[in-house]
C-alpha cells in the first residue's frame, strides 16, 4: 500500500501531475485531427468519426481492467505502459491516412489512454494527505483540463497550418515523453480500495449518473469531432476550408466552458446539504440549448456557433462534476474506486459513441442535423438524470 504523505506537493505527485499535462496534450492534440486526417485521405464523414469511435470502445474495455492491473504490476508499471501505447503509435499516423491504419492505431492508443485516466486518478487519490484530497483532485482536474483548453483547438490549426505529418509526430511525442515523468512514481501496487471492480456497485445505483454522463459526453464529443468536419455557413463536411477558424475557436471557447462548468459545479454542490439531481439536470439543458445554438449558427454567424459551444461546455463541465459527486455519495467511501470506474467509462463511451454517430447524421443529413440529435438526446435523458440524487 502507497502511504499518503503528510504535505501535498511531493515529487510522486508532481510526477503525476507533468505526466497527465503531458499525456492529455497528446489526447488533445490528436482527438479531433484523427477525424480530420482521416476525412483528408478520402474516408465519409461517418468513416472519420469511427476513428474516434474505435479508440474510445478501447480505452472503455481497457478502463475495466485496470484495477486488477494496478493490484498485479502498480501505479508506475501501468502508467509507463499507458502513455507510451498512448504516444508511439501515433507516430505511423504521420505517414498514412489509410482507415484500416488509423483503426489499428486508434486500438492500441485506447488501450493507452484506458491504463493513463484510471491510473492517474487512483494516484492521485492515493498520495493526497486524506485533508488536502479535494484540493488535490481540483488540481488534477486542471492538469486535465488546460492542455484540452489549448490544444483541442490548436491541433485543429495545426493540421491546416503546419500539416498532417507536424500534428501527429507532436501527438506522440507528448505522451512519450510523460514516461519520463512516471520514473518518480512509486511502483508498489495501489490500495485494495481503488482495485475494487466496477461491478461493485449494483445498476440502480449508477443508472442515474451513468446515463446523464453517456448522453451529455456523447453531445460533447459529438460536436467536438463534428464542428472540424463542418463547415458553418457552407454546410459540407470540411476541415481544411473557411469554417477552420471558426471550428478552432468554437473547441477553444467549449473547453474554457467545460471548466468554469466544473468549477463551478463542484463549488455550488459543497454548499448543498442533500445530494439532488438539480445541477445534473441544469447541465443537461445548457448542453442541449448550446447545441441548438451551434445548428442554428449555421448561415448566420460564427458568434452563434461560438456561443453555442460555450455553453455546450459549460453544461457538460456542470454534469461531469455532479454525477461524479452523485455516483461517490451512493457508493460511499468503501466503494470510491468501483464510482470512478463507472464514472471514467461513461465519459469515454459517451465521447466515442456521439463521436461515431453525428458524424454519421452529419453524412447523411449535414451538421446543423446533428448538433439537433445532440440537443434532443440530452432533453430525453433529463428524466433518466432524476436517478441521480441519494436514495433515502
Do not use: K
Amino acid at each position: 500500500m502507497i502511504e499518503a504523505p503528510g504535505r501535498l506537493w511531493t515529487a510522486p505527485f508532481v510526477a503525476v501531475l507533468v505526466a497527465t499535462v503531458l499525456a492529455f496534450g497528446g489526447y488533445a492534440l490528436l482527438l479531433p485531427a484523427v477525424p480530420v486526417h482521416a476525412a483528408a485521405g478520402g474516408a465519409s464523414p461517418g468513416a472519420a468519426g469511427a476513428t474516434t469511435g474505435v479508440f474510445m470502445a478501447a480505452t472503455v474495455a481497457t478502463q475495466l481492467a485496470v484495477p486488477a492491473v494496478l493490484r498485479r504490476v502498480g501505479p508506475r508499471t501501468a502508467l509507463i505502459a499507458g502513455v507510451l501505447a498512448l504516444g508511439a503509435p501515433a507516430a505511423l499516423l504521420a505517414a498514412t491516412a489509410a482507415l484500416p491504419a488509423l483503426f489499428a492505431v486508434a486500438v492500441v492508443r485506447g488501450i493507452g489512454f484506458g491504463l493513463v485516466t484510471v491510473t492517474g486518478a487512483a494516484l492521485v487519490a492515493d498520495l493526497a494527505p486524506p485533508a488536502r484530497r479535494g484540493r488535490a483532485v481540483g488540481v488534477y482536474g486542471l492538469a486535465l483540463g488546460l492542455p484540452q483548453l489549448a490544444l483541442l483547438s490548436g491541433g485543429v490549426w495545426a493540421y491546416a497550418a503546419l500539416g498532417p505529418a507536424t500534428v501527429m509526430l507532436a501527438g506522440a511525442v507528448l505522451p512519450v515523453l510523460a514516461a519520463l515523468a512516471c520514473l518518480r512514481l512509486p511502483s508498489r501496487p495501489a490500495p485494495d480500495a481503488t482495485g475494487e471492480p466496477a461491478a461493485g456497485l449494483p445498476l440502480r445505483v449508477v443508472t442515474g449518473p451513468w446515463t446523464a454522463m453517456v448522453v451529455s459526453a456523447a453531445a460533447a464529443g459529438g460536436v467536438i469531432t463534428v464542428l472540424p468536419l463542418w463547415t458553418p455557413g457552407v454546410g459540407s463536411p470540411t476541415g481544411l476550408a473557411g469554417g477552420t477558424a471558426t471550428a478552432a475557436v468554437a473547441l477553444a471557447v467549449l473547453t474554457a466552458g467545460q471548466l468554469a462548468g466544473r468549477s463551478l459545479a463542484g463549488e455550488l454542490a459543497d454548499r448543498r446539504s442533500r445530494r439532488t439531481p438539480v445541477l445534473t439536470l441544469l447541465g443537461l439543458a445548457a448542453v442541449a440549448v448550446g447545441a441548438g445554438a451551434v445548428a442554428a449558427g449555421a448561415g448566420v454567424e460564427g458568434a452563434v456557433v461560438l456561443a453555442g459551444a460555450a455553453v455546450v461546455g459549460l453544461g457538460f463541465g456542470a454534469v461531469q462534476a455532479d454525477t461524479l459527486l452523485g455516483l461517490f455519495a451512493r457508493a460511499g467511501p468503501a466503494r470510491s474506486g468501483a464510482a470512478s470506474t463507472w464514472w471514467n467509462t461513461a465519459y469515454d463511451a459517451g465521447t466515442g459513441l456521439g463521436a461515431a454517430a453525428l458524424s454519421a447524421v452529419l453524412g447523411v443529413a449535414g451538421g446543423p442535423a446533428a448538433f439537433v440529435v445532440a440537443a434532443l438526446a440530452c432533453l430525453l435523458a433529463a428524466p433518466v438524470a432524476l436517478l441521480v440524487g441519494r436514495r433515502g
